[in-house]
């Protein structure tokens, strides 16, 4: 496995490979990224993880200072996995003060996008920055994220990006709780609770099977019950699962997704429903 930090080195190494599957990430890898790159294996002779923590997709008071950077840790954890790890510095991928964003589609100003207003620009702009210098065939990305993956698999589609989009399952915690690197963040107290998140979308997803089709009372109780046990809840929003418009009681597929505070910590996930 090879470490890069430049783009030169990267397009020398690159070049000449057949098919490159790329898998991007923030580092502090666990295992839902792990399970991603083995996926990645799947889709190509070359095997392409980059690792970089985004300034552009953080809000000015978020925590882009405290997220978690564990280079060489993560380079251990993906020898055998990964043929090479690009891990730029910051004026490789910002040369110059960005003033050319890729602009996501109106979906991103809703659910996490109501909060943190200019996440997905940041994260689409960094993204078709990798894509342009990976050209990779396939890029895979986890359903944990799943706003994430609707916006890039959008941006794909209209910019007419030769990359294919694949998606990852969530990888859970034997309690449910969805692997995250902000999980270190919970301190122990919070960390038991945190599986609640999960266990209150698979009882919305319980709701739904067994008849209840009024989704915003049935989204608003879940919000309840989290509140009452001390969450701070962002949203909790039942949408189709193609569009992430506000979900019909008769859309085959839908989802659930959650955005909520465990003190200081800021945990998402969501549940496929049909
Ligand atoms: O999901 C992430 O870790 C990041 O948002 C991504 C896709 C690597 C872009 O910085």
């Not at 783009?7 to 666990?30: C, D, K, Y």
């Amino acid at each position: 496995m090879e470490t890069l930090s430049t783009a030169p080195a990267l397009r020398e190494r690159l070049w000449n490979e057949a098919r490159v599957a790329f898998v991007p990430t923030m580092g502090n890898l666990h295992d839902g990224h792990l399970d991603l790159v083995r996926q990645a294996r799947q889709h190509g002779s070359c095997v392409a993880v980059s690792i970089f923590v985004n300034p552009l997709q953080f809000g000015p008071s978020e925590d882009f200072a405290a997220y978690p950077r564990t280079l060489a840790d993560d380079c251990r954890k993906l020898e055998g996995l990964a043929d090479v790890v690009f891990a730029p510095a910051a004026a490789e991928l910002y040369p110059e003060t960005q003033t050319i964003f890729v602009e996501p589609p109106p979906i991103a100003g809703e659910l996490c996008g109501a909060t943190r207003p200019t996440h997905f620009r940041g994260v689409a702009t960094v993204v078709l920055k990798l894509f342009n210098l990976v050209q990779a065939d396939t890029a895979l990305f986890g359903k944990k994220d799943y706003q994430q993956l609707h916006v890039i698999r959008a941006m794909a589609r209209q910019l007419n990006l030769p990359v294919e989009i694949v998606a990852g399952e969530t990888v859970r915690a034997a309690d449910g709780l969805a692997l995250s690197s902000r999980n270190a963040y919970l301190s122990e107290t919070e960390r038991g609770e945190a599986a609640m998140l999960y266990r209150e979308l698979q009882r919305i997803r319980q709701e739904i099977a067994a008849g209840g089709c009024d989704l915003a009372a049935i989204a608003d109780e879940a919000r309840m019950r989290l509140e009452s046990r001390g969450w701070r809840v962002d949203y909790v929003s039942l949408r189709n699962a193609a569009t992430l418009a506000p979900a019909l009681a008769d859309d085959e597929k839908k989802v659930a997704l959650a955005a909520a505070w465990l003190g200081k910590t800021r945990l998402i996930d969501n549940l496929e429903i049909g």
